[in-house]
Protein backbone atom coordinates (compact mmCIF):
# COMPACT_ATOMS: atom_id res chain seq x y z
CA UNK A 1 0.00 0.00 0.00
CA UNK A 2 0.68 3.60 -0.24
CA UNK A 3 1.97 4.67 3.04
CA UNK A 4 1.26 8.04 5.12
CA UNK A 5 0.63 11.13 2.96
CA UNK A 6 2.68 10.68 -0.08
CA UNK A 7 4.64 13.78 -0.35
CA UNK A 8 8.54 14.56 -0.66
CA UNK A 9 10.55 17.38 0.70
CA UNK A 10 12.70 19.58 -1.53
CA UNK A 11 15.77 17.35 0.19
CA UNK A 12 14.27 14.19 -0.60
CA UNK A 13 13.41 15.39 -4.27
CA UNK A 14 16.59 16.82 -4.37
CA UNK A 15 18.24 13.83 -3.93
CA UNK A 16 16.03 11.08 -5.65
CA UNK A 17 17.09 13.12 -8.82
CA UNK A 18 20.45 12.63 -8.12
CA UNK A 19 20.27 8.99 -8.19
CA UNK A 20 18.49 8.49 -10.66
CA UNK A 21 20.30 10.75 -13.42
CA UNK A 22 23.74 9.97 -11.91
CA UNK A 23 24.38 6.34 -12.35
CA UNK A 24 23.41 5.05 -15.43
CA UNK A 25 25.16 8.23 -17.15
CA UNK A 26 28.49 7.64 -15.35
CA UNK A 27 28.16 3.61 -16.21
CA UNK A 28 26.71 3.94 -19.55
CA UNK A 29 28.03 7.35 -21.09
CA UNK A 30 31.60 7.34 -21.21
CA UNK A 31 32.41 4.79 -23.96
CA UNK A 32 29.62 6.09 -26.24
CA UNK A 33 30.91 9.50 -25.35
CA UNK A 34 34.05 8.23 -26.40
CA UNK A 35 33.73 6.72 -29.61
CA UNK A 36 31.42 10.09 -30.95
CA UNK A 37 33.57 12.68 -29.54
CA UNK A 38 36.75 11.31 -28.26
CA UNK A 39 38.37 14.00 -25.78
CA UNK A 40 35.77 16.57 -27.11
CA UNK A 41 32.90 14.77 -24.88
CA UNK A 42 33.32 17.14 -22.10
CA UNK A 43 31.77 19.90 -24.40
CA UNK A 44 29.09 17.40 -25.36
CA UNK A 45 28.51 16.69 -21.65
CA UNK A 46 28.50 20.61 -20.33
CA UNK A 47 25.61 20.88 -23.55
CA UNK A 48 24.01 18.64 -22.94
CA UNK A 49 23.23 19.59 -19.38
CA UNK A 50 22.31 22.72 -20.53
CA UNK A 51 19.79 21.52 -22.34
CA UNK A 52 18.62 19.55 -19.52
CA UNK A 53 18.15 22.85 -17.67
CA UNK A 54 16.54 24.36 -20.11
CA UNK A 55 14.03 21.23 -20.88
CA UNK A 56 13.30 21.62 -17.27
CA UNK A 57 13.11 25.53 -17.34
CA UNK A 58 10.25 24.59 -20.22
CA UNK A 59 8.65 22.07 -17.51
CA UNK A 60 8.31 24.49 -14.59
CA UNK A 61 6.45 26.51 -17.64
CA UNK A 62 4.17 23.65 -18.51
CA UNK A 63 3.64 23.61 -14.88
CA UNK A 64 2.39 27.25 -14.13
CA UNK A 65 -0.14 26.77 -17.05
CA UNK A 66 -1.71 23.69 -15.86
CA UNK A 67 -1.63 24.89 -12.03
CA UNK A 68 -1.47 21.16 -11.03
CA UNK A 69 0.31 18.08 -11.06
CA UNK A 70 -0.16 16.43 -14.34
CA UNK A 71 -2.62 13.14 -13.55
CA UNK A 72 -4.65 15.62 -12.24
CA UNK A 73 -4.65 18.05 -15.59
CA UNK A 74 -5.27 14.78 -17.39
CA UNK A 75 -8.37 13.81 -15.72
CA UNK A 76 -9.99 16.91 -15.56
CA UNK A 77 -8.05 19.62 -18.09
CA UNK A 78 -8.67 17.50 -21.08
CA UNK A 79 -10.56 15.27 -23.48
CA UNK A 80 -11.64 12.09 -21.31
CA UNK A 81 -9.99 9.53 -23.93
CA UNK A 82 -7.24 11.58 -24.84
CA UNK A 83 -5.88 12.19 -20.64
CA UNK A 84 -6.67 7.92 -21.11
CA UNK A 85 -4.16 7.64 -23.82
CA UNK A 86 -1.72 9.52 -22.21
CA UNK A 87 -2.02 7.60 -19.25
CA UNK A 88 -1.36 4.71 -21.21
CA UNK A 89 1.72 5.33 -23.32
CA UNK A 90 3.17 6.80 -20.08
CA UNK A 91 2.75 3.29 -18.83
CA UNK A 92 4.44 1.88 -21.53
CA UNK A 93 7.00 4.36 -21.50
CA UNK A 94 7.67 3.49 -17.95
CA UNK A 95 7.71 -0.27 -18.15
CA UNK A 96 9.94 -0.34 -21.17
CA UNK A 97 12.42 1.76 -19.57
CA UNK A 98 12.09 0.03 -16.21
CA UNK A 99 12.83 -3.04 -18.38
CA UNK A 100 16.02 -1.78 -19.79
CA UNK A 101 16.67 -0.47 -16.47
CA UNK A 102 17.09 -4.22 -14.73
CA UNK A 103 18.18 -5.78 -17.71
CA UNK A 104 21.45 -3.62 -17.05
CA UNK A 105 21.45 -3.74 -13.60
CA UNK A 106 21.03 -7.32 -13.72
CA UNK A 107 24.02 -7.72 -16.35
CA UNK A 108 26.25 -5.17 -14.31
CA UNK A 109 25.57 -7.82 -10.91
CA UNK A 110 26.19 -10.78 -13.43
CA UNK A 111 29.01 -9.45 -14.60
CA UNK A 112 31.34 -7.72 -11.47
CA UNK A 113 29.70 -10.10 -8.96
CA UNK A 114 27.64 -13.33 -9.81
CA UNK A 115 28.84 -14.77 -13.52
CA UNK A 116 27.88 -18.13 -12.69
CA UNK A 117 24.41 -17.85 -11.35
CA UNK A 118 21.49 -17.96 -13.93
CA UNK A 119 20.69 -14.59 -15.56
CA UNK A 120 17.51 -14.93 -14.59
CA UNK A 121 17.50 -15.65 -11.56
CA UNK A 122 18.97 -12.74 -10.91
CA UNK A 123 16.56 -10.50 -12.62
CA UNK A 124 13.50 -11.77 -11.18
CA UNK A 125 14.83 -11.10 -7.46
CA UNK A 126 15.91 -7.46 -8.71
CA UNK A 127 12.76 -6.80 -10.03
CA UNK A 128 10.59 -8.92 -7.24
CA UNK A 129 12.61 -6.13 -4.94
CA UNK A 130 11.80 -3.54 -6.77
CA UNK A 131 8.53 -4.19 -6.95
CA UNK A 132 8.44 -4.32 -3.09
CA UNK A 133 10.11 -0.97 -2.99
CA UNK A 134 7.17 0.49 -5.35
CA UNK A 135 4.96 -1.25 -2.60
CA UNK A 136 5.53 1.46 -0.28
CA UNK A 137 5.19 4.42 -1.91
CA UNK A 138 7.35 7.37 -2.84
CA UNK A 139 7.80 8.77 0.83
CA UNK A 140 9.14 5.59 2.27
CA UNK A 141 11.79 5.41 -0.79
CA UNK A 142 12.52 9.03 -0.62
CA UNK A 143 13.94 8.47 2.96
CA UNK A 144 16.19 5.50 2.09
CA UNK A 145 17.43 7.78 -0.43
CA UNK A 146 17.58 10.07 1.88
CA UNK A 147 19.92 8.43 4.24
CA UNK A 148 22.18 6.46 1.90
CA UNK A 149 22.92 9.57 0.04
CA UNK A 150 26.20 10.25 1.69
CA UNK A 151 26.87 6.41 1.97
CA UNK A 152 27.30 6.34 -1.52
CA UNK A 153 28.23 9.51 -2.93
CA UNK A 154 31.34 9.62 -0.41
CA UNK A 155 33.19 6.13 -1.36
CA UNK A 156 32.30 7.02 -5.45
CA UNK A 157 34.37 10.94 -4.81
CA UNK A 158 37.24 8.55 -2.78
CA UNK A 159 37.50 6.21 -6.01
CA UNK A 160 37.51 9.11 -8.29
CA UNK A 161 40.45 11.13 -6.12
CA UNK A 162 42.33 7.58 -6.25
CA UNK A 163 41.98 7.58 -9.80
CA UNK A 164 44.12 10.61 -10.07
CA UNK A 165 47.83 9.09 -9.20
CA UNK A 166 47.11 7.15 -12.78
CA UNK A 167 46.29 10.17 -14.99
CA UNK A 168 47.82 11.03 -17.83
CA UNK A 169 47.24 14.53 -19.31
CA UNK A 170 48.39 13.35 -22.55
CA UNK A 171 45.15 11.79 -23.16
CA UNK A 172 43.34 14.47 -22.62
CA UNK A 173 44.92 17.76 -24.07
CA UNK A 174 43.27 17.49 -27.56
CA UNK A 175 40.29 18.76 -25.28
CA UNK A 176 41.68 22.18 -26.09
CA UNK A 177 41.50 21.99 -30.18
CA UNK A 178 37.49 22.18 -30.32
CA UNK A 179 36.38 19.41 -32.52
CA UNK A 180 32.72 19.50 -33.07
CA UNK A 181 32.61 16.21 -34.99
CA UNK A 182 29.63 14.45 -33.93
CA UNK A 183 29.04 17.03 -30.65
CA UNK A 184 25.52 17.15 -31.75
CA UNK A 185 25.09 13.42 -31.53
CA UNK A 186 27.20 13.61 -28.01
CA UNK A 187 24.70 16.13 -26.61
CA UNK A 188 21.88 14.70 -27.55
CA UNK A 189 23.20 11.31 -25.86
CA UNK A 190 23.22 13.13 -23.14
CA UNK A 191 20.09 14.85 -22.63
CA UNK A 192 18.72 11.43 -23.20
CA UNK A 193 19.56 10.11 -20.18
CA UNK A 194 18.01 13.02 -18.41
CA UNK A 195 14.93 12.73 -19.52
CA UNK A 196 13.66 11.27 -16.36
CA UNK A 197 12.88 14.96 -15.42
CA UNK A 198 9.58 14.92 -17.43
CA UNK A 199 8.48 12.97 -14.46
CA UNK A 200 8.74 16.19 -12.30
CA UNK A 201 4.85 17.29 -13.48
CA UNK A 202 3.75 14.78 -11.38
CA UNK A 203 5.70 15.59 -8.50
CA UNK A 204 3.54 18.96 -7.73
CA UNK A 205 0.53 16.46 -5.92
CA UNK A 206 4.01 14.49 -4.30
CA UNK A 207 5.62 17.00 -3.14
CA UNK A 208 4.93 19.01 0.65
CA UNK A 209 4.56 22.16 -1.12
CA UNK A 210 2.55 22.70 -4.04
CA UNK A 211 4.54 25.39 -6.27
CA UNK A 212 5.81 24.47 -9.75
CA UNK A 213 8.75 27.05 -9.79
CA UNK A 214 10.27 25.81 -5.99
CA UNK A 215 10.02 21.93 -8.06
CA UNK A 216 12.49 23.64 -11.14
CA UNK A 217 14.39 25.43 -8.42
CA UNK A 218 15.26 22.41 -6.32
CA UNK A 219 15.79 19.79 -9.38
CA UNK A 220 17.82 21.96 -11.36
CA UNK A 221 20.55 22.00 -8.69
CA UNK A 222 20.22 17.97 -8.96
CA UNK A 223 20.85 18.24 -12.82
CA UNK A 224 23.75 20.66 -12.50
CA UNK A 225 25.41 18.10 -9.59
CA UNK A 226 24.65 14.85 -11.37
CA UNK A 227 26.48 16.95 -14.76
CA UNK A 228 29.31 18.50 -12.40
CA UNK A 229 29.70 14.52 -11.02
CA UNK A 230 29.83 13.27 -14.78
CA UNK A 231 32.14 15.61 -16.05
CA UNK A 232 34.43 14.74 -13.70
CA UNK A 233 33.78 11.02 -14.03
CA UNK A 234 34.83 11.43 -17.53
CA UNK A 235 37.62 13.64 -17.51
CA UNK A 236 39.19 10.73 -15.23
CA UNK A 237 38.12 7.92 -17.37
CA UNK A 238 39.67 9.94 -20.30
CA UNK A 239 43.12 10.18 -18.25
CA UNK A 240 43.30 6.70 -16.90
CA UNK A 241 42.06 5.02 -20.49
CA UNK A 242 42.35 7.58 -23.35
CA UNK A 243 39.90 8.06 -25.58
CA UNK A 244 40.52 4.72 -27.96
CA UNK A 245 40.60 2.40 -25.09
CA UNK A 246 37.58 3.98 -22.98
CA UNK A 247 35.36 3.31 -26.28
CA UNK A 248 35.82 -0.55 -26.12
CA UNK A 249 35.37 -0.80 -22.19
CA UNK A 250 31.46 -2.07 -21.33
CA UNK A 251 31.52 -0.67 -17.94
CA UNK A 252 35.06 1.50 -17.63
CA UNK A 253 34.01 3.21 -14.76
CA UNK A 254 34.20 -0.13 -12.75
CA UNK A 255 37.13 -1.27 -14.82
CA UNK A 256 38.80 1.45 -13.57
CA UNK A 257 37.44 0.73 -10.19
CA UNK A 258 38.99 -2.35 -9.98
CA UNK A 259 42.57 -1.12 -10.63
CA UNK A 260 42.51 1.05 -7.57
CA UNK A 261 43.87 -0.85 -4.66
CA UNK A 262 43.55 0.87 -0.95
CA UNK A 263 46.67 -0.29 1.46
CA UNK A 264 44.68 -2.37 4.67
CA UNK A 265 43.06 -5.87 4.95
CA UNK A 266 39.62 -3.97 4.84
CA UNK A 267 40.50 -1.48 2.33
CA UNK A 268 41.58 -4.07 -0.17
CA UNK A 269 37.63 -4.92 -1.05
CA UNK A 270 36.48 -1.46 -1.36
CA UNK A 271 35.77 -2.17 -5.25
CA UNK A 272 33.42 -4.36 -3.36
CA UNK A 273 31.51 -1.55 -1.60
CA UNK A 274 31.79 0.68 -4.62
CA UNK A 275 30.14 -1.02 -6.70
CA UNK A 276 26.95 -0.50 -4.22
CA UNK A 277 27.13 3.11 -5.60
CA UNK A 278 25.67 1.45 -9.27
CA UNK A 279 23.77 -1.04 -7.64
CA UNK A 280 21.87 1.40 -6.16
CA UNK A 281 21.55 4.06 -8.59
CA UNK A 282 20.12 1.67 -10.81
CA UNK A 283 17.93 0.51 -8.55
CA UNK A 284 16.70 3.97 -8.08
CA UNK A 285 16.14 4.43 -11.65
CA UNK A 286 14.48 1.23 -11.97
CA UNK A 287 12.33 1.93 -8.81
CA UNK A 288 11.34 5.65 -10.21
CA UNK A 289 9.73 3.93 -13.96
CA UNK A 290 8.03 1.17 -11.98
CA UNK A 291 6.69 3.67 -9.87
CA UNK A 292 5.44 5.89 -12.70
CA UNK A 293 4.40 2.21 -14.87
CA UNK A 294 1.85 1.36 -11.56
CA UNK A 295 0.92 4.64 -10.76
CA UNK A 296 -0.46 5.12 -14.94
CA UNK A 297 -2.13 1.85 -14.10
CA UNK A 298 -3.83 2.68 -11.04
CA UNK A 299 -4.94 6.61 -12.33
CA UNK A 300 -6.85 4.35 -15.34
CA UNK A 301 -8.77 2.45 -12.57
CA UNK A 302 -11.91 3.74 -10.71
CA UNK A 303 -11.58 6.43 -8.39
CA UNK A 304 -13.30 4.77 -5.16
CA UNK A 305 -10.19 2.33 -5.46
CA UNK A 306 -7.75 4.45 -3.58
CA UNK A 307 -5.36 1.55 -2.22
CA UNK A 308 -2.82 -0.21 -4.62
CA UNK A 309 -4.49 -3.35 -5.97
CA UNK A 310 -2.07 -6.43 -6.02
CA UNK A 311 -2.74 -6.94 -9.86
CA UNK A 312 -1.96 -3.10 -9.92
CA UNK A 313 1.67 -4.11 -9.01
CA UNK A 314 1.99 -7.27 -10.41
CA UNK A 315 0.83 -6.37 -14.19
CA UNK A 316 3.49 -3.66 -14.83
CA UNK A 317 6.33 -5.91 -12.47
CA UNK A 318 5.56 -8.59 -14.70
CA UNK A 319 5.98 -6.64 -17.67
CA UNK A 320 9.04 -5.09 -16.68
CA UNK A 321 10.40 -8.71 -16.18
CA UNK A 322 9.35 -9.68 -19.57
CA UNK A 323 11.03 -6.79 -21.33
CA UNK A 324 14.12 -7.52 -19.56
CA UNK A 325 14.97 -10.75 -20.23
CA UNK A 326 13.58 -10.36 -24.18
CA UNK A 327 16.41 -7.71 -24.48
CA UNK A 328 18.71 -10.24 -22.85
CA UNK A 329 17.52 -13.15 -24.83
CA UNK A 330 17.49 -11.16 -28.55
CA UNK A 331 19.83 -8.32 -28.62
CA UNK A 332 17.12 -6.65 -31.64
CA UNK A 333 15.01 -5.85 -29.00
CA UNK A 334 17.77 -3.71 -27.19
CA UNK A 335 18.39 -2.21 -30.42
CA UNK A 336 14.40 -1.37 -31.13
CA UNK A 337 14.36 0.28 -27.57
CA UNK A 338 17.14 2.30 -27.67
CA UNK A 339 15.22 3.06 -31.39
CA UNK A 340 12.05 4.05 -29.40
CA UNK A 341 13.73 5.92 -27.09
CA UNK A 342 15.94 7.79 -29.34
CA UNK A 343 13.04 8.96 -31.83
CA UNK A 344 10.10 8.73 -29.96
CA UNK A 345 10.10 8.85 -26.64
CA UNK A 346 11.94 12.11 -26.46
CA UNK A 347 9.46 13.68 -28.51
CA UNK A 348 6.73 12.60 -26.73
CA UNK A 349 7.97 14.16 -23.89
CA UNK A 350 8.90 17.56 -25.34
CA UNK A 351 5.97 17.91 -27.47
CA UNK A 352 2.83 16.46 -25.54
CA UNK A 353 3.20 18.68 -22.92
CA UNK A 354 2.29 21.54 -24.74
CA UNK A 355 0.02 20.02 -26.95
CA UNK A 356 -1.68 19.10 -23.64
CA UNK A 357 -1.76 22.52 -22.45
CA UNK A 358 -3.31 23.79 -25.82
CA UNK A 359 -6.41 21.82 -26.29
CA UNK A 360 -7.17 21.94 -22.50
CA UNK A 361 -10.66 22.53 -21.55
CA UNK A 362 -12.00 25.74 -21.05
CA UNK A 363 -13.46 26.73 -18.00
Keep these: MYVNNGKISSRQTL????FDLMGIATLLLPPYLAKLCGA???YAIALGTGAGLIYLLYLGWIMKKMGTDMASFLHEGVNVWLGKLVFVLIMLHSILTAGFCAYVFTNLMQYSLVRDS???VILLIIVAVAAYAVSGGIESRARVYEVMFWFILVPYVAMMLASVRDFEWVYVESVLQFDSTNLGKGTYLVFLLLTPLFFSLFLIGEKEKNYGRNIVKTISVSVLFSGVILLGSYV???GNFG???LASLRFPVVTLMSTIQFEGNFLKRMDALMLAVWFFTLFALLNLHLHYGVRMLTELSPKEKKRLQWWQLL????AVFLVAYAI???RRFLNLFLGYYSYGAVPFMVVV?????LVRRKK
Design 15 to 18: RLYV
Design 40 to 42: SGI
Design 118 to 120: SYA
Design 236 to 238: LLL
Design 243 to 245: AKS
Design 315 to 318: LPTV
Design 328 to 330: YLD
Design 353 to 357: PAFLV
